[in-house]
T-cell receptor
């Protein structure tokens, strides 16, 4: 079993819909990251959080340390949000353990 | 502009040849990382370095080697001992500790 599990693996939605991607982990962590990978392969860091909730534009990330679970929400989704979203956790100070990613497709 | 660069974007090599992938950063980060990404799998850590002249094996180091002679550079050599080298390779850097990692654009290596 992977230490970081994401669901769903694939998600297709219509423009404007509210999107939720989930991440569960089975190890103790010091921080959790949400990353976005574009079709060309480049990866951008969206959030790093260790408790509570963070918001940036239409993106919201939450984490529940007791339940070892995090969610990434996208409000008013747009075709340009189409990408692979990756959850990763810091097990130690430096190393990241990655989920397999969620491929999101937003249709106009 | 501050950032992290990898070159080339696409690389083709014949089986049995060693190949070196370049990674350079001007973010003044102490820590640098090499990851491998295969279709349908999460990123896996090959090697990482927390400081100049020091590096540690990641989860899949066999068949790879690295050096960290300068703070801004962390080249990865894919040796002929790597059984299945065709993959997408990503380099990243960060400050020390559990911090945001900044990724390069990646190098797609194909071994023919």
């Amino acid at each position: 079993k992977n230490e970081v599990e994401q669901s769903p693996q694939n998600l297709t939605a219509q423009e404007g819909e509210f999107i939720t991607i989930n991440c569960s982990y089975s190890v103790g962590i010091s921080a959790l990251h949400w990353l976005q990978q574009h079709p060309g392969g480049g990866i951008v860091s969206l959030f790093m959080l260790s408790s509570g909730k963070k918001k940036h534009g239409r993106l919201i990330a939450t984490i529940n340390i007791q339940e070892k679970h995090s969610s990434l929400h996208i409000t008013a989704s747009h075709p340009r949000d189409s990408a692979v979203y990756i959850c990763a956790v810091n097990k130690g100070a430096q190393k990241l353990v990655f989920g397999q990613g969620t491929r999101l497709t937003i249709n106009p | 502009d501050g950032g992290i660069t990898q070159s080339p974007k696409y690389l083709f090599r014949k089986e049995g040849q060693n190949v070196t992938l370049s990674c350079e950063q001007n973010l003044n980060h102490d820590a640098m990382y090499w990851y491998r990404q295969d279709p349908g799998q999460g990123l896996r850590l090959i090697y990482y370095s927390q400081i100049v002249n020091d590096f540690q094996k990641g989860d899949i180091a066999e068949g790879y080697s690295v050096s960290r002679e300068k703070k801004e550079s962390f080249p990865l050599t894919v040796t002929s001992a790597q059984k299945n080298p065709t993959a997408f390779y990503l380099c990243a850097s960060s400050r020390q500790g559990p911090n945001e990692q900044f990724f390069g654009p990646g190098t797609r290596l194909t071994v023919l």
